[in-house]
């Protein structure tokens, strides 16, 4: 195989033909198509929906990030883009990844963004929000609502409710703000008004009971929405695109339902003031209504679609969807009947910023598809973090990381391990023009994917396998299966360098007290070549999804299932929105759930458990099988034999020290990058 070095993809720009484009359009001539909204010409139907990405500096304000990562997201053609939320008033919550949209400072840098946008022929819009009730007192000031009512969400705290002149002050904050955004460059606004945020709130007959002229029947719950759009059209000016978001079903008994929303929409619409309606549904002020509305993979695609279908027939303004949309057939079924005007198709952008440009191109099948797993994207965000994705590390990285450099000197490079992250390494390497052979021991490639896949509702995890073994074959990386390695094989390969990414193996504990009893490792059960009785203890020592998991995949065949976790409830390094549905249907499947409960020993082969506050033990008499949910140890053998031998050495992923498969994929990236 030549060394040459093949040209560095990231992917094609919107305008580039690379390929039968005229067919690629023709598979997806509605979803491809240009649409007017407002005072922008779109040049398709593709939407990225508001959603933080915590990209702000510690004022709150937009950084370098956010101008590389939406310019990125219009170089890949998407039809239009709005960005997370910004909050017009101090008042407002401060919450992760939110901007200051009251601070002056504001203009420049979303003046940043709009000139980054246009220079790549992209539209870009701001959304404006009041959170309200919606998370944890600003300060030492209290949460704001229509009415005294907690938030069913995790920052739970009376909120004081708004008086006649705080809320005029407050419309008249969404119009100061607006101005900003039209100062700024950028396209246009959407008003949040879904969500359970302060418009939400005040149209909601779940979150308003108040009695004055701003309550009671809808005309009163309308009159704060109506105000707002006033102010902010009167701020923007009558040539500026506005549009708002708004939750057809909140998705929560007593909360907002389709028909009252058909009737919010027809009185907005009826004032002139707005150019679109972008439908979602739930609210955040109940945590199952808000993992519908940002689904997991518990959830099926496309599942707020039909809320958009039935609000589409009592408007002539474009209607967009969102929920879940990862696949563009779908996407192209939504337009062509009717059921939306945009498709929202945010979370697949995080994921391939270039979907777009690449269907444009004939290239669909070269998408990095978004798996729904919320991993480096939600889960980083509710953990403080920038979002990223779980297998492009360039998200968030884009000012750095978006175009790669040929290698100076091409090499040979072995790769070791063909799991995320020796894929991973092997398909950069080769990108930059070096001569890679990977190995992999096993008869097939993904390391432990395949295994999360196993589980119920994990299986879009094979997605990063297919995505990776395409690419490693499109790029000519020569893969070796069945190919074990030793410092004597590897030395008979003669490579320039090693990247050794040979994960982790399963280890169970050796040092536990007591004789043991029946006691198998997670990843032998989810491989289907453990022996696994009918009455299960699960010993949760990950609290991510690989001991709630397999608990779910026991229960489902059946098995009585009891699962124990150190942590305050199982699940604790799980995100919200992924594990609200998974432990409804852990509970709804009769999984006993222990928390706060130690796995410790064994008490005539029998599981002893200790109480993590009391230390009080009792024995388990009736289990069959304990499963050990850990990650395992790091199989890390070659590392020092080769740096030993001389041999220039990089070790990536679960071989340095069991995590996750976006950190496997990042370190790979990264080094791939050096080499």
């Given amino acids: ?108 840098a979303w003046r940043a963004i709009a000139a980054a946008v246009h220079a790549e022929r992209g539209r870009i819009l701001v959304m404006l929000t009041h959170m309200g009730r919606v998370g944890r007192m600003p300060d030492t000031r209290p949460l704001v609502a229509p009415s005294p009512l907690i938030d069913g969400n995790f920052h739970q705290a009376v909120p004081h409710a708004l008086g006649a002149r705080e809320i005029a002050a407050l419309v008249a904050a969404f119009g100061d703000a607006a101005a900003r955004v039209r100062a700024s460059g950028m ?74 929303t058909r009737a919010i929409v027809r009185r907005l619409e009826a004032t002139g003031q707005l150019d679109f309606v972008d439908v979602s549904g739930g609210t955040d002020a109940d945590l199952m209504s808000l993992a519908e509305h940002i689904p997991s993979m518990y959830f099926p695609p496309a599942n707020l679609v039909h809320l958009a279908a039935a609000i589409k027939p009592v408007t002539g303004l474009p209607v967009c969807c969102a929920g879940a949309i990862r696949d563009p057939v779908r996407a192209e079924e939504i337009v062509a009947s009717g059921q939306a005007d945009l498709v929202g198709m945010t979370r697949a952008h995080i994921a ?22 919320m991993q480096a994207c939600l889960e980083a965000l509710a953990n403080g973090q920038p979002i990223g994705c779980v297998y492009n590390p360039v998200t968030g990285r884009e000012g750095e990381w978006r175009t790669l ?22 398909r950069v390497a080769r990108l930059r023009g070096h001569d890679v052979v990977l190995w992999e021991a096993a008869d097939r490639l993904g390391g432990r994917l395949p295994l999360a896949a196993r589980l119920p509702h994990r299986e879009n995890f094979d997605e990063i396998v297919r995505f990776l073994t395409r690419e490693v074959a499109r790029h000519g990386v020569t893969v070796r299966l069945g190919t074990a390695a030793d410092p004597a094989r590897v030395g008979a390969e003669v490579p320039d360098a090693v990247v050794v990414a040979t994960g982790a193996r399963p280890v169970l504990p050796a040092d536990l007290p007591g004789t043991p009893g029946a006691l198998v490792h ?61 432990q409804r249907r852990l509970r709804a499947q009769g999984v006993e759930l222990l928390a706060s409960t130690r796995f410790a020993g064994w008490d005539a082969g029998r599981p002893l458990v200790a109480d993590v506050f009391t230390g009080a033990c009792r024995t388990l008499s009736d289990v069959d099988t ?50």
Wanted: proline share 7%; net charge neutral; with cysteine.
């Fill in 1 to 108: 195989m030549s060394g040459g070095a093949p040209a560095a993809d990231p992917g094609p720009g919107p305008g580039s033909p690379g390929g039968p484009a005229g067919l690629a359009a023709s598979r997806f001539p509605h979803l491809l198509s240009p649409l007017r909204v407002g005072r922008l010409d779109l040049p398709n139907r593709v939407l990225i929906t508001a959603h933080a990405t915590n990209y702000v500096d510690a004022a709150g304000l937009p950084d370098a990030r956010a101008v590389h990562y939406y310019a990125e997201r219009a170089r890949g053609g998407v039809g239009l883009m709005v960005t997370g939320a910004s909050s017009v008033h101090p008042s407002s919550p401060s919450v992760r990844g939110v901007v200051n949209a009251h601070d002056p400072r504001v203009v420049e």
């Fill in 187 to 260: 396209d246009g606004i959407e008003l949040q008004g879904a969500h359970g945020y302060l418009i939400a709130q005040f149209l909601s007959p779940h979150a308003n009971r108040r009695r004055d002229a701003y309550g009671g029947d809808l005309a009163g719950r309308m009159r704060f929405a109506l105000e707002v759009v006033e102010a902010v059209r009167r701020a923007a000016g009558r040539d500026y695109t506005i549009g708002i978001r708004l939750s057809a079903d909140e998705l929560v008994p007593g909360g907002l339902g389709v028909d009252e």
């Fill in 352 to 373: 391939d910023p270039h979907v777009v440009a690449k269907l444009r191109a004939g290239r669909a099948d070269e998408i990095r598809r978004c798996i729904g797993c």
């Fill in 405 to 426: 450099e040929a290698a100076a000197r091409p090499r040979r490079i072995l790769v070791v391990g063909g799991g995320p992250g020796g894929l991973e390494a092997a």
């Fill in 522 to 582: 997670v990843d032998d059960v989810a491989a289907g070549r453990a022996t696994v009785g009918e009455r299960v203890l699960v010993v949760d020592r990950d609290g991510h999804l690989r001991g709630a998991g397999v608990a779910d995949l026991l229960a489902g065949q059946g098995r009585r299932v009891r699962i124990t976790t150190e942590a305050l409830y199982v699940g604790h390094n799980i995100d919200m929105k992924t594990l609200y549905p998974l």
């Fill in 626 to 675: 304990v499963v050990w949910a850990e990650p395992g140890g790091a199989a890390d053998e070659l590392v020092a034999p080769l740096a030993a031998g001389g041999f220039e050495v990089h070790a990536v992923g679960d071989c340095v020290a069991p995590r996750r498969v976006e950190h496997a994929v990042h370190e790979a990236h990264a080094v791939a990058r050096r080499l």
